[in-house]
Structures are given as C-alpha cells and as structure tokens.
C-alpha cells in the first residue's frame, strides 16, 4: 500500500501546482469573485504578521489553486479495537506517521474497507489543508476559503497551523508536531484578530465562544478516552469490553451531538492534535509570551528529546523546554 500512497500523493501534487496560479494574479483577475479577493488580501495581510512574529514563510502561500471539491484529501487513521495502539505508515525520508492523506475519496475507501476487514478500528474524514513540512511551497486552496461568516476566523487559524509544520517539524513524531501546531494555530490567531480587528471586536468575541465549546467538547473525548483506557486493561473479557465500549462511544456521540460514532482510531485523532495544550501555554508563558525564542528551543529539539518514534505522551518534553526558553531570555 505505501507504493501506491507515494504514488497517488505525487499525482495529487503534481494536480495543485497544475492548477496553481500567483496570488496577485488571481486578486487583479477581474472575473475573481469579490469575496475571494477579499480572503485572498487578507492571507497578504496574515502572512506579513506572522513573519513579525518569528515566522519564515518558506515560499509558502504566494499562489493559489481553485479545487473542484470542497476538501483537498481525505485523512485516514486506523486502531486496535481493544487498544489505543495506531497503525503506523512508514516511508522513505519522510518517517512514519499514524494517519494518511488520500487525495481521491474512492481510494481511501477503498483502503478504509481493507482497513475494516482487518478488524481494525477506522475514522476517515475530510480535510481542507495540509502542509508538506517544509519540503515543498504550499498553495493556498479555495478549501481553505470558508463560505461562512467565520472566514477570517478560520484563515487565519489554518494558515498558521500549517505554516507551523513548514517551519517546525520532527521526523516521527506525529503528535508533537500536529499538537504544537493546534497550540501556535489557535494562539497566534487569537493574537491576529485581536491585531486586526480590536480586542472588544465580534471576531475576536465569537473567536473565543469556539475556542471555549471546543474545549468543553475536547473535554469530553479526553474523558471518553481514559474510561475506554482503563476498560481495555481491565480483567474483562473481550465480549464485556466491546459492549462496553459500545455504551461508552454511543453516548459521547448522542451527548455531542455528533454524525459519525467515536472509535479508538478517532480518539486517537483527537489526542495527536490537541495534546499538551496547557503544558505548551505554559512554555509559551516562560518565552515571556514572544514566538521567537518560543520557536527558538522547539527547533532545538532532537529525536533523543523523545525517546521514542511516535510518542503521544509528549508533556514531559514540552516541560522540559520551559528552562531553556527563560535561560535563553536571561541572556538577551
């Protein structure tokens, strides 16, 4: 299957910068849509901040491709049934990683359904970004440009997130860098509307009502999580436990109000985007609240610094960044 990954993932490159044009190109384009032009100005404008703030733009988003669906891939994990152990994809340069992105929705269901019959666990959703970690100039895509009222909200939001990964990246460690990419995406966009449009703003004021129902929400998947961990290293037997999961994942749906049925490969999701949350607020907190050396003693991290590939408890090493960044501002 990894052959036939690379290979549909090249394909699927090779699409967008087919179809990639400049930027300004598009916004002096007079058959643009106004609201497309508006968004595409207002990347100009987020990309300048967060070059203030520490950021290299890596020659990312200075084009932009108009897709003719509403996602760019489609993001597929896998998990024991009993366990909160991922299937792990390996490649070549790259490393491993406990997800994959399918460019064609048929292939990944078709590779969902192998995944199923193999008893495993799967969660498959829709994603409308993603970064090449700094290997390749990212576009931005018309996925990317919300048709709701949250638009500035969520471009700002998504194009740190991924300018994250094109600037900090750990080979192998799928859960540090999409969790310190959660953590600069949603602080650093905060900061930019704040920036932006005024502290008292309605962006600002309706930006914080979604971080707060997503933290109540994220809550909840963590609770769901431990219960379920705990269930699957108890002395019950396998019939007890899958019952159990059953009443345990059929309530977090109905509770949350969600269309698809929480799985371990879906809790797992979750936890590789949104662990160590607090623990990073608070290195953010001893940089003296300054991305710079924030970014500074993460791109000092080593493979070493883990211990191991694939680590999900990463609080420790994030912990242990605190006194590097206080020294650091010390001694300038």
């Known amino acids: 299957m990894q052959t036939r990954y690379v290979i549909q993932a090249g ?26 032009r508006i968004l595409l100005e207002e990347t100009k404008i987020i990309m300048n901040f967060a070059q203030k703030n520490g950021f290299d733009s890596k020659g990312n988003y200075e084009q932009y491709v108009e897709l003719n669906r509403g996602q760019v ?3 597929l994990a896998a998990a024991k049934p009993l366990a909160f152990e991922a299937e792990i994809w390996n490649f070549p340069l790259v490393g491993s990683f406990p997800y994959l992105g399918w460019f064609d929705r048929r292939e990944a269901m078709q590779i969902r ?8 666990d ?3 959703r829709p994603v409308n970004a993603y970064s090449t970690g700094g290997w390749l100039d990212d576009p931005i895509l018309s996925s990317m440009l919300s048709p709701h009222d949250d638009a500035f909200r969520y471009l700002s939001n998504i194009l740190l997130h991924e300018l994250t990964h094109a600037n900090l990246l750990v080979n192998d460690q799928a859960t540090f860098n999409e969790s310190v990419a959660s953590f600069v995406g949603d602080t650093m966009a905060e900061e930019y509307l704040i920036w ?9 004021s309706i930006y914080r009502e979604e971080a707060a129902r997503s933290l109540v929400r994220g809550t909840r998947f963590v609770q769901a999580h431990d219960e379920l961990a705990k269930l699957y290293e108890s002395k019950k037997s396998d019939k007890e436990k899958l019952a159990k999961k ?3 994942t059929v309530a977090l749906q109905q509770e949350l109000g969600l269309s698809w049925r929480p799985n371990n490969a879906s809790l797992l999701g979750f936890k590789v985007y949104n662990t160590g949350q607090k623990e990073f607020a608070n290195l953010y907190k001893a940089c003296g609240n300054s991305w710079a050396p924030f970014f500074k003693v993460i791109l000092e991290l080593k493979a070493s610094d883990f211990g191991e590939e694939q680590l999900e408890e990463i609080d420790p090493v994030i912990q242990k960044m605190a006194p ?9």
């Open 11 to 36: 394909l699927g490159q090779a699409e967008l910068w087919s179809l990639a044009r400049d930027v300004d190109d598009v916004i002096a384009d007079p058959s643009t849509d106004e609201r497309t």
């Open 73 to 75: 891939v489609w993001f």
């Open 113 to 120: 359904r192998r995944l199923k019959k193999r008893g495993l």
């Open 122 to 124: 799967v969660y498959m």
């Open 196 to 204: 932006r449009f005024g502290a008292e703003s309605e962006e600002v």
């Open 246 to 248: 059953e009443s345990i």
């Open 324 to 332: 590097r960044c206080q020294a650091l501002i010390k001694s300038s």
